[in-house]
């Protein structure tokens, strides 16, 4: 078990261009969550799914923030345009239910 | 302007002490608690869990004790390591909803 797969580790972009991070999670969960983790707010949920399907975006911060899962084993968090302020490592997260929930190593991004 | 982050606690011991870390819950329908470590660089790693039909749950080197009267939750962690240095987080979720996260506490082991 590979557990759960996030890539770019590291991403460095400039302010107004789209950023694309990437989620695969564990097989055979059902549940995918995606968190943000700064220093000022601690770890946030943005989003999550159960069964491909967005259940409660309430965490997404603005419009800017999207969230597809088009299948059961890969999800994206798109931020287009991106600002400074979304600099901040961020988690996905799988589960099934009933189970805890593993977390990937994290994408640590940065707007400059 | 300043910014002002996040002040976590902290819990400063020596190797080989007990240490135990504190969570205060918010939900008193909570039916479901998690302890995450997390180290420098790294995602959260799940440690032990508990359901709200036991008070008390043992890992390896880690006990788990749950007090729904108080919605209190500590973890208790043996022969403390400074491997066991990182961020320590609770997390309650009700049902099959999503988890939610206290602030976290730091463990800082000297050896």
């Known amino acids: 078990d590979a557990g759960v797969i996030q890539s770019p580790r590291h ?20 549940s995918l969550f995606w968190y943000r983790q700064t220093m ?17 975006d309430s965490g997404m911060p603005e ?6 899962m088009p299948n059961a084993s890969f999800s994206t968090l798109k931020i287009q345009p991106s600002e400074p302020r979304d ?7 799988s589960s099934l239910a009933g189970t805890h929930t593993p977390f990937g190593s994290g994408t640590r991004l940065t707007v400059v | 302007g300043e910014s002002v982050g ?3 606690p902290t819990l400063s011991v020596q190797e080989g002490d007990n240490s135990i870390i504190n969570c205060a819950y918010s939900n008193s329908a909570s ?4 302890w995450y470590k997390q180290e420098s660089g790294k995602g959260p790693q799940f440690i032990i869990d508990i359901r709200s039909n036991m008070d008390k749950r043992q890992g390896q080197r880690v006990t788990v004790l749950l007090n729904k009267t108080v919605k209190h939750l500590s973890l208790q962690i043996a022969a403390t390591q ?4 990182a961020v320590y987080f609770c997390a309650e979720r009700v049902g099959y909803s999503t988890l939610t996260f206290g602030k976290g ?3 800082l082991v000297s050896p």
């Open chain 2, 105 to 107: 506490t730091m463990l």
């Open chain 1, 40 to 56: 000022m707010r601690g770890l946030e949920l943005l989003i999550y799914f159960n069964n491909n399907v967005p259940i409660d």
């Open chain 2, 6 to 8: 996040l002040h976590l």
């Open chain 1, 87 to 93: 600099s901040a490592v961020y988690f996905c997260a």
């Open chain 1, 11 to 30: 991403e460095v972009t400039e302010m107004g261009q789209e950023v694309t991070l990437r989620c695969k999670p564990i097989s055979g969960h059902n």
């Open chain 2, 82 to 85: 400074p491997g066991d240095s």
């Open chain 2, 31 to 34: 039916d479901y608690f998690i």
């Open chain 1, 63 to 68: 419009d800017r923030f999207s969230a597809k």
